[in-house]
């Protein structure tokens, strides 16, 4: 059939309570112009983020109430684990409240003055963190991850020669080489089974350990399995496995890709960074065995892990992604190219050139949508990456606003509503104002910041 359905039934409801425009207008003013600052009651389509916003399954919640509290050596955490060991078969599992205190760990660790990390594209806590300790975190994305015009099929892969060079360049200051899959704040591309083999046949030349950034790795498992030579006919399980068989390492935010509200975990082979994260990881999570999180949680983490890797359900996923992709392409909207499994990107810099960088068109773009309609995205530009640790401003490489679509939350009807709102903000782009910030933080400046729109002349 043509028709893409939904492969689940929908058990229970949330009411949405709708707004006018006027309504909507003076709410964001009230927000500061942050859409971060919105009560999430007064948002209608909420894009904002995919992270801890899926919608749980009946099992996941029967697991819920089965959820063993125990201080330590729970059988919830041995659940969780084994689940995690069947598709990445890690050494040591270290459980989080979430991907952002895995990467506290880690690069309290492994990071600090002097040090770099290279990845494709570090996202924004990533590279927060990276940067907290006094450490570099530099971004080495091919050259086509770059144009949100290519329909290159892996624009998520980290470039192999700059890779190299940058290796040579930094001998002695690398701890470990990250890869990030999805690409987040690269418009959520994919990253391909054959680059990471080349990844990891570099860091073996060199001795450097691979971590892997696996937030979305069954989206990217996914996009493997369609677009990759001679993986269509393979099972999202086994190319799962051999993504995670190519690395030493990784941080996750179970948030995303095991369809829970909260959780995540760092995993590692190396037994001495495994006792040091666990001494961090007792300081500020908790005991090893429940690291953060309750009992229940790590339970419904490891439903997730296996519901996850279903074919009908990332059937549906991806393809319901690329049905509003394709529908705002298809009306003019420049969007990143191909669409990404978690997230339709808006090329703000391209859809209003009439707004300077410097008056941070994403930010403009993403509140001109929820003005007209109540969805709320994200901006990807210069907003959340223009700030430099020394306080300097520059221009991000592209100025995105990311539409991120919780995990089986909304029906294809809430889709359409979304596609009309932009028919709508494409008569009215031209009028489109920039913003600037009236205040900041002194980072991660795009969840607090204030705005103030700029009058056109």
């Known amino acids: 059939m043509k028709t893409t359905i939904e492969p689940f039934r929908i058990k229970t ?11 909507r207008e003076a709410l964001i003013e009230k927000a500061n112009n942050n859409l971060f600052s919105l009560n999430s009651q007064d948002v209608l389509i909420d894009f904002l983020t995919d ?15 089965s959820g063993d509290e125990s201080y330590a050596g729970s059988p919830s955490f041995h659940r969780f684990e084994a689940a995690v060991k069947k598709l990445m078969p890690f050494k040591h599992i270290i459980p989080t409240h979430q991907g952002r205190a895995a990467e506290k760990i880690l690069f309290s660790i492994i990071g600090g003055p002097g040090k770099k990390i290279p990845n494709n594209t570090h996202f924004d806590t990533t590279r927060a963190n990276i940067e907290t300790t006094g450490a570099e975190a530099v971004d080495l994305v091919i050259d086509e991850g770059l144009d949100p015009a290519s329909e ?3 624009k998520g892969n980290l470039c192999p020669k700059k890779l190299t060079n940058f290796i040579e360049e930094n001998m002695g200051s690398i701890p470990i080489v990250m890869v990030t899959i999805t690409n987040n704040s690269g418009g959520g591309q994919p990253v391909s089974l054959g680059n990471l083999k080349e990844i990891r046949s570099i860091c073996d030349r060199f001795k450097l350990p691979l971590f892997i950034d696996a937030c979305r790795f069954a989206e ?6 369609q677009r990759e030579a001679g993986q269509e006919d393979r099972s999202i399980v086994d190319i799962v496995k051999d993504i995670f068989a190519l690395a030493d390492g990784m941080t996750m935010s179970a948030k995303k890709d095991a369809l829970v509200n909260i959780g995540g975990w760092l995993a590692m082979n190396d037994d001495a960074m495994a006792m040091d994260a666990r001494n961090v990881l007792i300081l500020t999570e908790g005991f090893p065995t429940y690291g953060g999180l309750a009992g229940r949680d790590l339970e419904a983490i490891a439903i ?3 519901e996850i890797v279903d074919q009908d359900y990332l059937h549906y996923r991806i393809t319901s992604t690329a049905y509003l992709g394709d529908a705002l392409s298809e009306m003019g909207v420049p969007i990143m190219k191909p669409v990404g499994g978690h997230a339709v990107y808006i090329d703000a810099r391209a859809l209003l050139p009439h707004i300077p960088h410097q008056q941070y068109p994403g930010q ?4 001109a949508l929820y003005k007209i309609g109540g969805i709320r995205g994200c901006e990807i530009g210069t907003v959340m990456f223009g700030r430099q640790p020394d306080g300097s401003e520059v221009m991000a490489k592209m100025d995105l606003v990311r539409l991120a679509i919780p995990r089986r939350v909304y029906t294809q009807s809430h889709i359409d509503y979304v596609i009309e709102c932009f028919e709508e903000l494409m008569k009215e782009k031209d009028s489109i104002t920039g913003v600037r910030i009236t205040w900041e933080p002194p980072a991660l400046r795009h969840f607090t910041a204030h705005f103030d729109s700029i009058c056109s002349s």
Do not use: H, K
């Not at 409801?13 to 309504?23: A, F, Q």
């Not at 992270?51 to 109430?65: C, D, E, F, K, R």
């Not at 990217?220 to 399995?225: D, G, S, W």
């Not at 403009?364 to 509140?367: D, G, R, V, Y």
């Open 152 to 154: 290159f099929p892996f």
């Open 304 to 306: 997730g892990l296996e």
């Open 51 to 65: 992270s801890g916003t899926s919608a749980m399954s009946a099992a996941q919640w029967a697991g819920i109430l």
């Open 220 to 225: 990217n498992a996914y996009f493997i399995q």
């Open 364 to 367: 403009a773009l993403a509140l």
């Open 13 to 23: 409801v949330e009411p949405i309570r709708m707004t006018t425009r006027s309504e």
